[in-house]
């Protein structure tokens, strides 16, 4: 598709049919029909789908556009570590159900793949024949490895002798070493190779992860340069410079993969130590069942039938992409180039007029409640209630639920400085927040050491909702403030 068609079709959003026709005003409706219902799965597909197109809408501003592309990419990682990985595991432990929409989990399974495929595929079009001419046309440049000029590959050279060499490990294949267990969605190579190696061994593959801590773009200096901003990839880096890695073998071939792998977290409802519970399961969230392997498309059939093989899938969830096998990583462009004029301004939320004035919130809610639409609106009130309640002689008590909230959080160092302060603190931390997990459970430690009680939500609930509740003692009687959100 050309780039004035894929922008054509962007502007003429694709309307997904009702699974059936609206009935009439009045009539019946059979609320078993299995063609009353879309699938979850494949609705959510939809909806990434939608933010996908975003990238071809030239209304938003050029790297906002590549931005979308990206958060499609980070969308499809978590749909196949959780949706994906749950129907897989069902065909795994036969526990196959029929759902309302009348679809067996191998049903769903097979169009998933074939709708993924076409979708992943379309995502890499868009980037190679849209977004990347028109970011050269704004002097914006991915380098490739066959353009560096040699003042570009004598410092790509040095950044690699510097910065990666020293922190990578490549894992030669062979019977005393095994093939590694790699970590879920990280970057690796597969590595064809002739000769021996140091120690005389005959090694004819190997895996190289790329170290996780290293930027996967990296900015070339405007010395070496012809204007503009110019980024390369660190996997091109690793591709010029693999023969560092194996010392008197010819390296033959250097592939991208990135495997994605099963992150739901499986955990009964009747725990007696849910903490202690998720501690575990979260050691084995970065090994779980593989789902799905992303191949650079210049890879030779052999390998990725190798992979598929180590890896226990099928073709039908090998994923042949025309570029780097992360595009999620892309969002560093932003950081990385200094064009304000490709990117939304920066938006600052407003102060409600009821609160301006006031020092004390609460004078300001006493006299009737505050209504604050985010992000229109600044979060900073509701931070200030905190941070008061908790130095306020008064406040006798504080009650919040906290779903996520960063280590950094002003809420949290206004909920511990409370509980320092004698006062009664209860936060109730829902440990489940996907993806969060973790991060809560320190969380939760820290606000325990600070005297907080710590409950971790309702059995068989997430508790999504954002609410504290204040009670402070106001001429001689108790008063309680509420946030709901």
């Known amino acids: 598709m050309t780039s004035k068609n894929m922008t054509a079709a962007a502007t003429d959003a694709e309307q997904v049919p009702a699974p059936v026709d609206l009935p009439e005003a009045g009539e019946e409706v059979n609320i078993d029909a299995t063609e009353n219902y879309f699938n979850r799965e494949l609705s959510q597909l939809q909806f990434n789908y939608r933010v996908l197109k ?31 990985a749950g129907l897989r595991e069902q065909l795994k432990y036969g526990r196959e159900t029929v759902g309302v929409d009348g679809m067996q989990p191998d049903q769903v399974l097979a169009e998933i793949s074939r709708i993924a495929h076409e979708y992943i595929a379309e995502q890499y079009d868009i980037l190679n024949n849209v977004l990347i001419p028109e970011l050269e046309k704004e002097n914006i440049h991915f380098v ?40 879920n969605k990280s970057l690796n190579f597969i590595v064809e190779l002739d000769g021996k190696d140091a120690f005389g061994r005959e090694t004819g593959m190997a895996i190289v992860p790329a170290p996780r801590s290293l930027p996967r773009l990296v900015r070339l200096p405007d010395e070496i340069c012809e204007g503009g901003e110019n980024l390369v990839f660190l996997s091109s880096m690793i591709h010029a410079h693999a023969d560092k890695l194996f010392p008197g073998m010819e390296v033959k071939g250097c592939y991208q ?71 999620t990583r892309l969002m560093a462009v932003g950081g990385l180039v200094d064009r304000p004029d490709l990117t939304y301004s920066h938006f600052s939320p407003s102060i409600p007029r009821q609160i301006r004035s006031k020092d004390s919130m609460f004078d300001a809610i006493r006299k009737r409640p505050l209504l604050l639409l985010h992000p229109y609106e600044n979060f900073s009130p509701v931070v200030d209630l905190l941070r008061q309640a908790a130095k306020d002689p008064h406040v006798l008590a504080i009650r919040q639920t906290l779903y996520r909230s960063g280590a950094d959080s002003e809420i949290v160092e206004a909920l511990a400085d409370a509980a320092r302060r004698g006062k009664e603190v209860t936060a109730v931390i829902e440990l489940r927040a996907r993806f969060s997990e973790e991060e809560n459970l320190e969380l939760a430690s820290r606000l325990q050491e600070a005297g907080v009680i710590v409950v971790y939500g309702v059995v068989g609930y997430k508790t999504h909702a954002k609410m504290i509740l204040i009670v402070r003692r106001e001429e001689g009687r108790l008063r309680r403030y509420v946030h709901l959100g």
């Open 144 to 183: 490739r490895r066959r353009d560096w000029t040699e003042a570009q590959a004598d410092w790509v050279r040095s950044y690699f002798d510097e910065e990666v060499l020293p922190v990578v490990s490549p894992i030669g294949l062979d019977p005393s070493h095994p093939f590694p267990r790699l970590v």
């Open 257 to 327: 993969f990135r495997l994605t792998r099963n992150a739901d977290l499986e955990l009964e409802d009747d725990l007696e130590d849910l903490a202690s519970a998720l501690r575990g399961e979260l050691l084995s969230r970065r090994f779980g069942d593989a789902v799905r392997l992303e191949v650079a498309d210049n890879c030779p059939e052999e390998l990725m039938n190798f992979l598929l093989r180590e890896f226990g899938l099928t073709e039908r969830d090998l994923y042949k992409v025309h570029g780097p096998v992360n595009l």
């Open 54 to 84: 975003q990238a071809l809408d030239t209304t938003h501003p050029l790297i906002n556009r590549l931005i979308f592309c990206c958060i499609f990419s980070s969308n499809m990682d978590e749909f196949f570590e959780i949706r994906v």
